[in-house]
């Protein structure tokens, strides 16, 4: 079945520690979305990339970082520079940023220890 | 700026109750717009859009029309079901510039049935 996966369901960070957060998609799309997610809060973009090997910052990229080597794969790396991490972590993708519609993974829940 | 304004939550209902979340926009052009839903501890799942004005979309009874008159995309459902229960967001797509579309969501509505 084709989609959207992300690991791990749960990540724990210590102080001044990166994580990496994976996503994976086998839909053949060129666009990914990272998002993050607070309670009660919408949706805001970290980083999106239109094609491999290119990617833009959105509204809150501070503290954050990605790369694109890969069509099928979208790591986002939580840095030691962010400094309020804990989240739910969404990662999308479209056919294109032209294309209506953005598919979403699980997510991934970040934790602070 | 684009924004996404949808009434607060929680709403809590019984089951088959009439349901109506409200949702108003603002946004330059001419976006597209869409209900998410997400239910608890996954992703979020397309639930219905609307490319242009007067567009109905619907999916699994529920319904929003896209009224270009008073900017809002209004969520209704007829009878609402206790697995309905999730959080639902409204969101616009529309160019951000440099060649690329951007989703701005609402802030979510927590929906809650009971039996």
């Known amino acids: 079945d084709g989609g959207i996966t992300q690991s791990p369901k749960y990540l724990f960070r210590k102080e001044g520690q990166n994580v990496t957060l994976s996503c994976e998609q086998n839909?053949?799309?060129?666009?990914m979305y990272w998002y993050r997610q607070d309670p009660g809060q919408g949706l805001r973009l970290i980083y999106y990339?239109?094609?491999?090997?290119?990617?833009q910052k959105g509204d809150i990229a501070e503290g954050y970082s990605v790369s694109r080597e890969k069509k099928e794969s979208f790591p986002l790396t939580v840095t030691s520079a962010q400094k309020n991490p804990t989240a739910f972590y969404l990662c999308?993708?479209?056919?294109?940023?032209?294309?209506?519609?953005?598919?979403f993974g699980p997510g991934t829940r970040l934790l602070v220890l | 700026g684009n924004s996404v304004t949808q009434m607060e939550g929680p709403v809590t209902l019984s089951e088959e109750a009439f349901l109506t979340i409200n949702c108003t926009y603002t946004?330059?052009?001419?976006?597209?717009l869409f209900w998410y839903v997400q239910y608890p501890g996954e992703g979020l799942q397309l639930l219905l859009k609307?490319?242009?004005?007067?567009d109905k979309g619907s999916n699994k009874g529920f319904e929003a029309t896209y009224r270009k008159e008073t900017t809002s995309f209004h969520l209704e459902k007829g009878s609402v079901q206790v697995s309905d229960s999730a959080v639902y967001f409204c969101?616009?797509?529309?160019?951000?510039?440099?060649?690329?579309?951007?989703?701005?969501f609402g802030k979510g509505t927590k929906l809650s049935v009971i039996p």
């Open positions: 999308a993708s479209s056919a294109g940023t032209a294309q209506e519609t953005q598919y």
């Open positions: 969101a616009l797509r529309a160019y951000s510039g440099a060649g690329s579309y951007q989703l701005t």
């Open positions: 990339s239109q094609i491999v090997n290119d990617f």
């Open positions: 946004a330059t052009g001419y976006p597209s």
């Open positions: 609307a490319t242009k004005a007067d």
């Open positions: 839909l053949n799309h060129d666009a």
